[in-house]
């Protein structure tokens, strides 16, 4: 099912004419209303009539979460703060949160490209759906619940926590689709297992996870589990929230709603743009948005883009998982080392449980790495040789999917701290030191 064919199946020459004329709008506006943005214009001597075409982007100035600080908390409105009816802000891991402003015409962006993702997941009017993202200042709680109110869905509005009361509604109210992340989706399906309701009592079909990277290992897991199909739905505070993309009934790429926000691959070195379809910085300007609009937001995610046709029909670009974030890249002893990868490799081997733990250290000025890992109920064993057996294997495995070998430490079933909203995969400790 689509949401909005015009928008999202449109040919590629009209997508661009639009991105032109919409983009030619927002510049317009930031120069005008926002001083930040004028400076800045100025400085890299550019005007908005210089914005001829979509090529011309790349000569506007990036931006960054680093300006959302700078200009904490309101420096980056562009319209006066009576139009703003909405404030969401997403915690940072030092200082001060970064806040957007919404006015009530980005709210129903929002609802609009909210409902597409939850269309092309194949919900609709007549299904119960579980919003187990937080709600509060974190927009993914709040973003779905538009979303699912927009599609005429009935909205269960649980936030994060309190497991077994979400084990029970789900149940008993007969929940069809769960909107959480991924490491949640995992808790709770351990929980679901643990209440001795039987699977087939729940009506759980389908999942709408993001908010952290996640791998197609997870993907298996969660919809074995689950029984479900679980769907990508990526999304930024700064950008609008959950909403920015998703997955359709094909889960080979994650649609982008680029007719709000126009994406660009840069290299995270340089900001060079980058090839269609190289993997890089993905970039995004919002064309739509009035009350904070963004140009040239640098995401800090890895990812490529993909401008093939979709099976779906969906002409709308499409991205790659994200591998990770620039900023989440371990280097450990020279040589780049991304969760994901971790991940994969843990999800593929079917002793292990998809929790884990990486923990790097320096010791004598010496990278120490170390991946903790839950062993399955029914592999663990105190039989000393079988665990050292499966140890051995998982190194091997390692060493050759990141080129260097973590020191492997198996935890017992249900060691490893869980989540209920976004996973800690990464202690490193060299960053305190
Ligand atoms: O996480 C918004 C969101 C809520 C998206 C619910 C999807 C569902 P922030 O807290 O600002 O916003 O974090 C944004 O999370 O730049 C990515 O690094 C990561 N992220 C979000 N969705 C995905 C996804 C929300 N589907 C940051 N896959 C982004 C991988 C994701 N990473």
């Known amino acids: 099912m689509i949401w909005n064919e015009t928008m999202e199946c449109m040919s590629r020459d009209d997508m661009h004419r639009l991105q032109r004329i919409r983009l030619q709008r927002t510049v317009e506006r930031v120069y005008h209303n926002c001083e930040p943005y004028r400076k800045r214009m100025q400085e890299k001597g550019v005007a908005p009539n210089d914005i001829r075409s979509m090529d011309d982007i790349v000569k506007l100035p990036f931006t960054s979460k680093r300006d959302l600080r700078d200009y904490y908390p309101?420096?980056?409105?562009?319209?006066?703060?009576?139009?703003?009816?909405?404030?969401?802000?997403?915690?940072?891991?030092?200082?001060?949160?970064?806040?957007v402003g919404y006015t009530r015409n980005d709210l129903n962006i929002w609802g609009e490209v909210g409902a597409r993702c939850f269309t092309a997941y194949g919900?609709?009017?007549?299904?119960?759906?579980?919003?187990?993202?937080?709600?509060?200042?974190?927009?993914?709680?709040?973003?779905?619940?538009?979303?699912?109110?927009?599609?005429?869905g009935a909205v269960?509005?649980?936030?994060?926590?309190?497991?077994?009361?979400?084990?029970?509604?789900?149940?008993d109210f007969g929940a069809v689709g769960?909107?959480?992340?991924p490491s949640y989706a995992l808790y709770l399906a351990d929980a679901?297992?643990?209440?001795?309701?039987?699977?087939?009592?729940?009506?759980?079909?389908?999942?709408?996870?993001?908010?952290?990277?996640?791998?197609?290992?997870?993907?298996?897991?969660?919809?074995?589990?689950?029984?479900?199909k679980a769907y990508d739905l990526y999304g930024l505070t700064e950008i609008i929230g959950p909403g920015v993309g998703h997955e359709c009934e094909y889960q080979d790429g994650t649609h982008l709603c680029e007719d709000h926000f126009y994406p660009e691959i840069v290299d995270p070195a340089t900001g060079e743009p980058l090839p269609p379809g190289a993997?890089?910085?993905?970039?995004?300007?919002?064309?739509?948005?009035?009350?904070?609009?963004?140009?040239?937001?640098?995401?800090?995610?890895?990812?490529?883009?993909?401008?093939?046709t979709?099976?779906?029909?969906?002409?709308?670009?499409?991205?790659?998982?994200?591998?990770?974030?620039?900023?989440?890249?371990?280097?450990?002893?020279?040589?780049?080392?991304?969760?994901?990868?971790?991940?994969?490799?843990?999800?593929?081997?079917?002793?292990?449980?998809?929790?884990?733990?990486?923990?790097?250290?320096?010791?004598?000025?010496?990278?120490?790495?170390?991946?903790?890992?839950?062993?399955?109920?029914?592999?663990?064993?105190?039989e000393m040789s079988k665990m050292l057996e499966l140890k051995k294997?998982?190194?091997?495995?390692?060493?050759?999917?990141?080129?260097?070998s973590p020191d492997v430490k198996l935890s017992e079933p249900r060691s490893i701290e869980r989540s209920q909203g976004k996973a800690r995969r990464v202690i490193d400790k060299r960053i305190l030191k």
């Open 74 to 99: 309101f420096g980056l409105l562009c319209t006066p703060m009576s139009e703003i009816v909405r404030l969401q802000a997403s915690s940072g891991t030092t200082g001060k949160p970064v806040v």
């Open 123 to 152: 919900l609709g009017r007549n299904d119960v759906i579980q919003v187990s993202y937080g709600y509060g200042l974190f927009t993914g709680g709040l973003g779905a619940h538009v979303a699912v109110e927009t599609i005429g």
């Open 156 to 171: 269960l509005p649980m936030s994060s926590g309190n497991t077994e009361k979400q084990i029970m509604l789900m149940h």
């Open 178 to 181: 769960l909107a959480c992340t």
């Open 192 to 228: 679901l297992l643990d209440s001795g309701i039987p699977r087939e009592e729940f009506k759980l079909k389908t999942g709408a996870f993001g908010a952290e990277p996640w791998t197609e290992g997870m993907r298996k897991e969660l919809q074995e589990k689950l029984g479900i």
């Open 279 to 308: 993997t890089g910085e993905l970039v995004f300007s919002t064309i739509t948005k009035d009350g904070m609009p963004l140009l040239r937001f640098r995401t800090r995610d890895l990812t490529s883009l993909n401008y093939e």
């Open 310 to 382: 979709c099976r779906c029909g969906r002409t709308s670009v499409r991205m790659s998982r994200i591998l990770g974030r620039c900023d989440d890249m371990l280097i450990v002893r020279g040589v780049n080392v991304f969760p994901s990868q971790v991940e994969s490799v843990i999800c593929e081997i079917p002793q292990l449980e998809p929790h884990y733990l990486l923990i790097v250290d320096r010791v004598n000025n010496l990278d120490t790495f170390e991946v903790q890992v839950e062993v399955k109920d029914a592999f663990f064993s105190d």
């Open 393 to 404: 294997h998982i190194s091997h495995r390692l060493q050759s999917v990141l080129g260097i």
